[in-house]
């Protein structure tokens, strides 16, 4: 059974860039079957796709956060990051890395870690 | 404001059965593009609970099944249980956003 564990701080200063890691267990992230992805969700509110990498290092990104996002993959370490640039209060959230795979050319998130909560604040 | 419309909430007693619609637009449900559902308990990440529109994974209840008609989908709870109590999500892709995109999540209370 895949997993996958979220990693890295929980307070980032507004202006800065938060940087988060998932680690996968269980299954190895050189499977060109899924992409991996970036989810986040704000307190008491909804789930908002962040971006996607492949093993072959393609990436797609949310057109709303794009100009700001960076994701990454390293094969060695079986993990993906994010990088979000320039965050203000707004980019607090828990922050969930997902394992996705196509059904007919439907991508689904199959498996989630656990989420780790970022806050932004001074 | 979401892309994927879902009431804020929801509520049955146990064993009653519930439903929990999802409506998209053009671009995403009414475009051909799949629904599925995720059900989040209190504190914790999202599960999948159906996928492509109708399909259960391995361990999920025969309880659970889901529906996608036009530009719209449902997800249906029967025999309602205590432990169904969560945050349900549906989530399709949008063509003209270019981006996975999920409802704003109905809380289903069991009373």
């Known amino acids: 059974q895949v997993q996958l564990q979220e990693s890295g701080p929980g307070l980032v200063k507004p202006s800065q860039t938060l940087s988060l890691t998932c680690t996968v267990s269980g299954g190895s992230i050189s499977s060109a079957t899924y992409y991996w992805s970036w989810i986040r969700q704000p307190a008491g509110k909804g789930l908002e796709w962040i971006g996607r990498i492949h093993t072959s290092g393609s990436t797609n990104y949310n057109p709303s956060l794009k100009s700001r996002v960076t994701i990454s993959v390293d094969t060695s370490k079986n993990q993906f990051s994010l990088n979000l640039s320039s965050v203000t209060a707004t980019d607090t959230a828990v922050y969930y890395c997902?394992?996705?795979?196509?059904?007919?050319?439907?991508?689904?998130?199959?498996?989630w870690g656990q989420g780790t909560l970022v806050t932004v604040s001074s | 404001q979401s892309v994927l419309t879902q009431p804020p909430s929801v509520s049955g007693a146990p064993g009653q059965r519930v439903t929990i619609s999802c409506t998209g637009s053009s671009s995403n449900i009414g475009a051909g593009s799949d629904v599925h559902w995720y059900q989040q308990l209190p504190g914790t990440a999202p599960k999948l609970l159906i996928y492509?529109?109708?399909n259960r994974p391995s361990g999920v209840p025969d309880r659970f099944s889901g529906s996608k008609s036009g530009t719209s989908a449902s997800l249906a709870i029967s025999g309602l249980q205590a432990e169904d109590e969560a945050d349900y999500y549906c989530?399709?892709?949008?063509?003209?956003?270019?981006?996975?995109?999920f409802g704003g999540g109905t809380k289903l209370t069991v009373l």
């Open positions: 989530q399709s892709y949008d063509s003209s956003l270019s981006s996975w995109v």
């Open positions: 492509v529109n109708t």
């Open positions: 997902a394992r996705s795979r196509s059904y007919s050319g439907s991508y689904v998130f199959e498996y």
